[in-house]
């Protein structure tokens, strides 16, 4: 049976990241001819995968560990692009792409958002993982 938990964090994980690309959309941040089908090829795949996973997940396949390593490599993935100091769109950046203070504060605070909850992914998917495995080591031992 699935962890709700769990679930909740990778549904919040996927808004979130829904809302940031939406964001990407709304800036045009492809308006290159090329970077369209790399941004559609890209958002395909992402998508596809993430869905596949919940299905995977809800049958019993995979495990809260699958969802600790998406949330660590999402994280490492999104501080690279965005929060590190060599990003390009750095959160101040994104806020001051939009004419709105209220749209560009809560474009900016998407990023912080879905790194937030990929981090509690990570969090939590690790703890799920390791927990289990020392509570049965603790009874058989």
């Known amino acids: ?7 909740a ?3 919040a994980a996927v808004a979130f990241s ?7 959309l709304l800036r045009d941040d492809f308006s290159q001819p090329w970077a369209w089908a790399v941004a559609a090829a890209f958002l ?6 993430t869905g596949a996973a919940l ?3 809800f049958c019993g396949k ?5 969802w600790a390593v998406i949330g660590v490599l999402g994280a490492a993935v999104l ?5 590190s100091p060599a990003a390009e769109q ?20 998407l990023v912080y958002a879905m790194m937030l909850s990929l981090v509690a992914l990570a969090l939590y998917g690790g703890w799920r993982t390791v927990w289990p495995a020392a509570r049965l080591g603790r009874q058989n031992g």
Not at 1 to 7: F, I
Not at 79 to 83: E, G, K, P, R, V
Request: overall charge negative.
């Open 62 to 66: 995979i495990g809260p560990a699958l």
């Open 90 to 109: 750095r959160p101040p950046d994104i806020y001051a792409m939009y004419g709105s203070p209220v749209a560009g504060l809560i474009a900016s605070g």
């Open 44 to 49: 395909s795949v992402k998508y596809a995968l």
């Open 9 to 11: 964090l990778v549904l």
């Open 18 to 24: 829904a809302a940031h690309d939406l964001d990407h």
């Open 79 to 83: 501080w690279f692009a965005h929060l």
């Open 1 to 7: 049976m699935p962890d709700k938990t769990l679930t």
């Open 55 to 57: 299905y995977f997940y």
